[in-house]
């Protein structure tokens, strides 16, 4: 199962939240654990129960996500990190962003990286906080280079860098290890590129501000 997350980061414009699921599900197997599972058939293991919670997350059922996918992290002793992740992502699509947060950062802890920086996101750009564990995390991206392979992680660094009291020194960074693919794939998209001229504009980087404004300018017909 893939997926894209969008948060709309500026409050005078409303909450604004896009989530697209994509089920790669070829040869039916997740269909087919659905139906097993909701006709009670047979006996499903963990990997078949977290397949069928995909299947839901796909079609929108929210609810029936979250609960099987809570059933399986409690069968689990909550070390299946996926198992931890999709029920971050339940949470999430059902709008309860603190215990999303709080599930992400858990399956951050057990391994995935992706949701490391979901917990990031969520907690910058919806709860407004940042603390020193989302400033490592950032801080490993940006050095690693992730943040010009990920639009996930590009928003999480520069929703830390919004929020965060010390953003200033994190920012600087960001913008000193951004690389031209990252103003190709990500300053480009809603948001992102909003976000980054605020930023700019906010610490007093008008070269940067006008070299991204003109890039926007060209790619969306508009300088933010």
Known sequence: MDFSFYINPFKNRGTIIELQFALDDPGGLAAESTKAFEMRSRQLDADEKLDVIKWY???????????????????????????????GMAQLCRGDYQASATTMQKAGKLGIRRAAYMHVYISTHVLERADKEMEDTVREAIKSGEINESGTVAYAALGFCSVAT???????MFVENKTKKMDQLFLTRPGIGEVYLFLCRKHGNKEEYERVGKLLGSTTGTVR
């Not at 929108?60 to 002793?77: G, M």
């Open 57 to 87: 997350l796909s079609k929108c059922r929210f609810v029936d996500a979250e609960k099987l996918a809570s059933q399986v992290v409690s069968e689990t002793d909550g070390m299946k990190p996926e198992a931890v992740f999709v029920l």
């Open 166 to 172: 010390n953003g200033l020194a994190s920012f600087q």
